[in-house]
């Protein structure tokens, strides 16, 4: 197990690249609004090298624009977002891509009629060696497809065949090809939206077993989430967000699933960390 994170850890290149506080991303004090509509009201989200870190909230509350600005679709109208303790601009989503961040929204951007392979590697191509393999584009299936192997092999997931067209593929399958490409083009910040959303009890289980690997080989995770009970079992600690604004945070090991519900609601329970 040890030997297979280590591979894992240097098939993503992951690097801790964390503040002295152990911080790999910041989101403070962030405001965006859509017309009349505030849909981020002082939304703040830290995130430790090596943790994995939920995200919850009721529909509305602003979870979707929190992850989509961290992800570089959106800009905020007021706010900061750190990266390793510098302040970044995300402008278009490659800028986050370029800062080793990597979103897997809950539709995947997976190409169905393409292979496990082919969609990994889409518009990344490996090109053969040799300069007129690579003057005329000629790719290398057989290394995308041995690293491919690699890479699944690491995290433990479970995939007929890499060569399978994606509409063969179930759920869970499909999750953890989405998690391989995120690892395999050295993420260091991952974040998963409902990464088990729509699964049956063994895939779910499965997918959580891929994001125990991935956490463990030293990324980052962001795991938005409406099954508490879930994250209770799997997350080091919890960011409640209502009506816009983070209204507390939670260490798992020191909180109930009924005292995240209450900040969820707001029925009872104290806002303040």
């Known amino acids: 197990m040890a030997k297979d994170l280590a591979g894992l850890a240097q098939i993503a290149g992951i690097q801790s690249g964390a503040t002295e506080s152990g911080l ?18 002082g939304a703040s989200l830290e995130l ?21 600005m961290i992800a570089g679709s959106i800009s905020p109208d007021e706010g900061s977002l750190l990266i390793r303790g510098e302040p ?50 000629l790719i290398d299936k057989q290394r995308m497809r041995a690293r491919v192997h690699d890479v699944l092999s690491d995290l433990g997931a479970r995939i007929p065949s890499v060569d399978s067209p994606v ?28 990464p088990t959303a729509a699964l049956g009890v063994r895939e779910t289980a499965h997918v959580l077993e891929i994001i125990g690997r991935l956490k463990s080989s030293g990324c980052s995770v962001v795991m938005v989430s409406h099954n508490i009970e879930q994250l209770m079992g799997c997350a080091d600690r919890v960011t409640v967000m209502r009506l816009g604004l983070t209204v507390g945070v939670r260490t798992i090991a020191d909180t109930t699933p009924e005292e995240i519900i209450s900040m969820i ?4 329970g104290s806002p303040s960390e």
């Open 167 to 194: 509409f063969e593929l179930s759920g869970g399958q499909r999750q953890a090809l989405a998690i391989a490409r995120a690892v395999l083009f050295g993420r260091n910040i991952v974040i998963l939206d409902e």
């Open 265 to 268: 609601t707001g029925v009872s």
């Open 24 to 41: 790999v991303l910041q989101a403070v004090g962030i405001q965006k609004r859509f017309g009349a509509v505030a849909a981020l009201a």
């Open 48 to 68: 430790r090298q090596g943790e994995l870190m939920g995200l919850v909230g009721d529909n509305g509350a602003g979870k979707s624009t929190l992850i989509k």
């Open 88 to 137: 970044v601009h995300f402008r278009r989503p490659a800028d986050a891509l370029a800062s080793g961040i990597e979103t897997v929204y809950q539709d995947l951007s997976l190409v169905e009629p393409l292979s496990g392979t082919a969609n990994i590697f889409l518009g990344r191509e490996l090109l053969r060696s040799g300069v007129a393999s690579r003057l005329l584009r």
